[in-house]
């Protein structure tokens, strides 16, 4: 079963993710720092706008590490969302090696369950790729989802990696969800490998531009291009 999601940084766009047929919406705010944890009031207004399932970001700064007193807040955060609506979660952390911060990563993802919550692009940013994405696929306690481009500068250069993850392994071409740059071409290369699930931010929105509010017919159109190739 093929998944697209929308990233929504309001509840017109939430509104507009449901109406042009996405599956999911993830919500963040200020995409300057490529997605931080949004105010419980903004979760609660695209509840009542839109019925879709909603992930929401876990991530206190720009980077990928994270402090004690940020994790929480962090996991104050966690119950104040998961009131407002949310029904899933996004969160992931590098240590100062650069590698997958498993127990930062662990204590959040405990005070979320039962929620599921996907584990964000932190991973295509670790100093060993490889033994990240291991280390990823093993964290268990909820996690369903990787949101990954197989690569820091997005799927155009990492869709390799990822067609190279999901043939080798059948049970992890199911947790991939291929996003970062995400374009129409690499859909059908991606699907062909296994991967079924897909997430858009820019491209659902005219010109691609943040600023602008997502447009339920160019969402329309990924729907199409993904069951087609999923299909």
Do not use: Y
């Not at 996004?90 to 990563?105: C, E, N, P």
Request: hydrophobic share 50%; proline share 4%; glycine share 10%.
């Amino acid at each position: 079963m093929s998944l697209l999601e929308v990233i929504a940084l309001t509840a017109d766009d939430a509104r507009a993710a449901q109406d042009g047929g996405a599956d999911r919406i993830e919500v963040v705010a200020d995409m300057a720092a490529d997605g931080l944890t949004p105010d419980p009031d903004l979760v609660a207004a695209i509840r009542a706008a839109a019925t879709l399932p909603m992930r929401v970001m876990l991530r206190a700064n720009a980077g990928f590490r994270t402090t004690g007193a940020e994790l929480d807040r962090l996991r104050r955060a966690a119950a104040d969302l998961a009131a407002a609506g949310a029904d899933g979660f996004v969160l992931g952390f590098l240590d100062s090696a650069g590698q997958i911060d498993a127990a930062a990563t662990g204590k959040l993802a405990a005070v979320a369950a039962p929620l599921p919550w996907t584990f964000h692009r932190a991973l295509d940013h670790a100093a060993d790729p490889v033994q990240a994405w291991r280390t990823v696929r093993h964290l268990g306690g909820g996690l369903d989802t990787v949101l990954t481009a197989g690569s820091a500068r997005g799927v155009d250069a990492g869709v390799d990696v990822l067609v190279r993850r999901a043939t080798e392994d059948p049970d992890a071409a199911g947790m991939i969800m291929a996003g970062g740059g995400l374009r129409r071409r690499h859909v059908a290369v991606l699907a062909a490998a296994g991967v079924t699930a897909f997430h858009v931010g820019t491209a659902v929105r005219p010109d691609g531009a943040w600023d602008a509010p997502v447009d339920p017919a160019l969402v329309r159109e990924w729907c199409s291009l993904v069951s087609a190739a999923t299909g």
